[in-house]
């Protein structure tokens, strides 16, 4: 029989259903459909998948093992190298990593390589958590993380496995970082996946300290100096919102993504009133940016009861930096694209609300430094669409709290921490850093990538420190 050359396909609820919900989007294989799926694979013998895992899966032995219907082997081959994979089937960017370079992406469509690794992943926590404690020599060293994002919850469960006691500290009441905070719920469950990940850190041995500001309580050498830890793991990621500095950024209604995406995932706003932390939207919603983050918070806006709800990007629908899956279950639920539009003021009344939202036209012209077409403004084309509530999202930087208070670790011009690329290294002994902190806002898997090579250079570390 023929290999396909398309992929099986997600179940998902239905659009009109789903944008009045939190349930999750995704439904997942069923072990037909995954075993299908599987049979896909060529088990190249170069497997060029494996180029674009930044944690470094051994891609075709999870899935050969899925083939002989081995659930339990495919699941370990993945956590060898993969300590989130429940996570990471859910909402790292396969088309553009590991899918991007099957051989059958050629013809047709890719081994639908996400979709495979949270089939097992859901498969194995359905059955039960069967983590195992460490046990940590008498003398165990022991290293501290900055941060419970996947970075740093990455270099942790990589740090208890070479044995060390390490200790997370998270300034939120909730570990987890962006996968707490800033992923909504219809993409990434937080009780049913993330809660049940970080539970299986903390059965190994992690311990996780929230309320913990870094930088405030305590600082990084006073971690180092006084409350023993070897080295340090900074992950703090990038929280810090942009603004676009335009007129009337400062009336009631107009959010940074950060800040409601937070409210709502982490303050459960979804919920009121049986969570007391509602977010204000109104009938018109118009989110600023073109990337996952502003999908998000559109199709959040949507479940919290908006009727329209905008999309307002700079750039045509060929530069939109979200996923092609996130664009096409946004357009599904109804969100209206505004693209090639720039917001030039936020209008409000005498009460300080939000009313309205002046737009300009514009078109690309040639490629900027970063290789996209540069949006330029048309002349004359101004005009104004009624919105209650705007929403930026149009990226964010790092929170400088801890490198302002931590001397001799360099910072670049925007704030990021200089690390070494290939193991996180920072210019202070003995301290690293990894993820957003480092590199700007970028993917979830990327950030875990970083903290696996830290974790690796900090064995390598101590290692030679102690001989």
């Known amino acids: 029989m023929p290999i396909s050359l398309m992929k099986h396909k997600m179940p998902e609820q239905d659009p009109k259903i789903r944008a009045t919900n939190f349930e999750e989007v995704a439904l997942g294989y069923s072990e037909e459909d995954a075993v299908a799926e599987a049979n896909r694979c060529l088990n190249c013998k170069v497997p060029q998948c494996r180029k674009g895992c930044p944690v470094e899966v051994d891609i075709p032995g999870f899935i050969a093992k899925i083939k002989e219907k081995d659930f339990a082997g495919s699941i370990a081959v993945v956590k060898e190298a993969n300590s989130l994979p429940a996570i990471c089937g859910r909402v790292c960017p396969q088309e553009s990593q590991c899918e991007k370079y099957c051989v059958l992406a050629k013809r047709g469509e890719s081994v639908a390589i996400g979709r495979l690794e949270r089939f097992v992943a859901d498969r194995s926590l359905a059955q039960g958590d069967n983590t195992q404690p460490i046990a940590y020599a008498a003398d165990a060293q022991k290293v501290a993380v900055i941060g419970s994002g996947p970075a740093g919850l990455s270099a942790a469960g990589e740090l208890a496995k070479k044995g060390y006691k390490v200790t997370i500290f998270e300034a939120l009441h909730t570990a987890g970082g962006v996968l707490s905070y800033g992923i909504p719920e219809f993409r990434l469950p937080k009780d049913d996946i993330v809660k049940v990940e970080i ?164 078109e690309l ?45 360099d910072t670049n011009k925007r704030g990021n921490i200089v690390a070494n690329e290939e193991t996180g290294a920072t210019t202070k002994a003995g301290v690293f850093a990894g993820g957003d902190i480092v590199t ?7 950030a875990m990538g970083a903290g696996k090579k830290a974790a690796a250079a900090i064995d390598d570390y101590l290692k030679t420190k102690k001989q």
């Open 440 to 446: 700007g806002a970028a993917t979830v898997i990327l």
């Open 365 to 409: 012209g040639e490629p900027d430094a970063s290789g996209r077409r540069r949006p330029i403004e048309i002349p004359g084309s101004e005009f104004e669409i009624d919105v209650d509530t705007v929403v930026v999202a149009i990226g964010q930087g790092p929170n400088p709290l801890v490198q302002s208070t931590t001397p001799g670790m």
């Open 199 to 362: 539970d299986s850190l903390k059965k190994m041995g992690v311990e996780i300290e929230v309320n913990a500001v870094a930088g405030k309580l305590f600082t990084v050498d006073e971690l180092m100096d006084e409350d023993g830890f070897s080295a340090v793991f900074i992950s703090t990621g990038a929280g810090l919102p942009h603004f676009m500095g335009i007129e009337g950024e400062n009336f009631n209604g107009v959010y940074s993504a950060n800040e409601f995406l937070t409210r709502c995932n982490l303050m459960k706003a979804y919920q009121f009133p049986t969570h007391a932390t509602p977010i204000h939207v109104g009938n018109n919603v118009a989110v600023i940016g073109g990337g996952n983050v502003a999908m998000d918070a559109a199709r959040t806006s949507l479940r919290l009861g908006a009727e329209h709800v905008y999309i307002v990007y700079r750039r045509g629908e060929e530069e939109l930096p979200a996923r092609l899956e996130e664009v096409h279950h946004a357009k599904e639920e109804g969100i209206d694209f505004k693209l090639l539009h720039n917001p030039v003021a936020i209008l409000g009344d005498e009460q300080g609300w939000v009313k309205k939202m002046r737009c300009i036209k514009m």
